[in-house]
């Protein structure tokens, strides 16, 4: 029989204390709180905004502390504003932002006040909340998409040297928050926009040095682009030392979503088309697209790989590897697309029940020369 272990009292006695003083700290939520809460949820799920916010008002009047009642009355808001009654929405964003600015619901009452303006056709209002919302909160979530909406509007009003002149008053101020990578990045690609692919290149450049991986977001976005300025300039090696950068940093992942970064593959599969059509090197090019096929096992181009590999080792008279090829795709991913167009690759393959598409065919028919 398994001894369970012993306690001294005391350590019993600290262990009980410890565990009351925690009862003690954590709120105590009424019937009628509770009531609320589960009715507000309910009615916002079922389509019926006003009523939620009513519940979420009532919430708030039954919660035990501040942030609770300013959580309940930030989501009051937010139905009001789904259900269409703006003037009820804009009174509680006011009063968040008039009884709790230091809450993280502040920015968000912010941002929500400034689209609620901008909903209405006050456009000149609306955005300059907007930019307020940059200036008082740029550390918080909302300041991405506020950037990227702010900036679209003065383009569209001002011009692409307005934008520009902003973005170089805004950068020095604010690099160093949150938004700071954000900045930059948005100037790299106005950059772009107005054909200084060379300025462009740099500024993206910048942004991956200044907030590498993992911490910077925009990190391999920014390294992405920059190598496809590099392709249009005529400098592909240039662009694959700027996508295997990238992918030096990659931790393999067996789920997608998680620090599998979308970009990855692409780069993977676009290291492969330059050796390929850019630089001329075909052996190179079949390493890289089965290194996708092979290593990249979430991403949705690995039968995209098999199919260019397949093609390429075919045309280099590599009969067995253009099969081998074929013979993975069919058992790796038997719903792809280019799965019934094996046979024509791998005549050593049996052909399918379904056909193989048509524009899939003509890839293989020799092109007229121009």
Request: proline share 5%.
């Amino acid at each position: 029989m398994t001894r369970l272990p012993s306690y001294s009292p005391a350590a019993v006695a600290l262990v009980t204390t410890a565990l009351l003083a925690l009862g003690a700290c954590a709120p105590s939520f009424s019937d009628t709180y509770e009531r609320e809460r589960a009715a507000a949820i309910r009615t916002y799920g079922a389509g019926r905004y006003v009523e939620a916010a009513q519940h979420w008002e009532q919430v708030a009047k039954e919660a035990p502390n501040k942030r609770q009642r300013y959580e309940a009355l930030y989501r009051a808001a937010v139905s009001y504003k789904r259900g269409k009654r703006p003037s009820e929405a804009r009174a509680l964003y006011e009063r968040i932002l008039k009884e709790a600015p230091k809450t993280s619901r502040a920015p968000r009452a912010a941002y929500d006040l400034a689209d609620i303006q901008i909903e209405a056709g006050q456009d000149s209002a609306g955005f300059k909340a907007m930019e307020q919302v940059l200036e008082a909160y740029p550390d918080a979530s909302t300041g991405p998409s506020a950037l990227n909406r702010y900036l679209i509007w003065l383009e569209d009003q001002q011009g692409d040297g307005a934008a520009k002149a902003w973005l170089e008053a805004r950068i020095p101020r604010q690099e160093s928050t949150e938004l700071g990578q954000y900045l930059h990045y948005a100037y790299a690609k106005l950059l772009a926009n107005m054909g200084d692919k060379r300025g462009a290149v740099a500024r993206y450049l910048l942004v991956a040095d200044r907030y590498p991986y993992p911490q910077g977001a925009l990190w391999d976005d920014s390294l992405f682009h920059a190598a496809e300025l590099e392709e249009e300039l005529g400098n592909p090696k240039a662009a694959v030392q700027h996508l295997k950068r990238m992918l030096k940093e990659r931790e393999p992942s067996s789920l997608s979503g998680s620090y599998e970064r979308p970009r990855y593959s692409e780069s993977q599969y676009k290291i492969a088309l330059l050796y390929r059509d850019a630089l001329h090197q075909p052996d190179r090019a079949i390493e890289e697209f089965e290194r996708l096929r092979k290593d990249f096992t979430t991403s949705i181009l690995r039968d995209d790989a098999a199919w260019q590999e397949a093609k390429l080792r075919l045309s280099r008279g590599d009969r067995r590897g253009a099969c081998s090829a074929m013979r993975w795709l069919r058992d790796e991913i038997p719903d792809s697309r280019y799965a019934a167009c094996g046979q024509l690759l791998c005549s050593e393959l049996e052909p399918l029940e379904r056909e193989c598409r048509n524009y899939i065919q003509r890839e293989l028919k020799p092109q007229p020369e121009q």
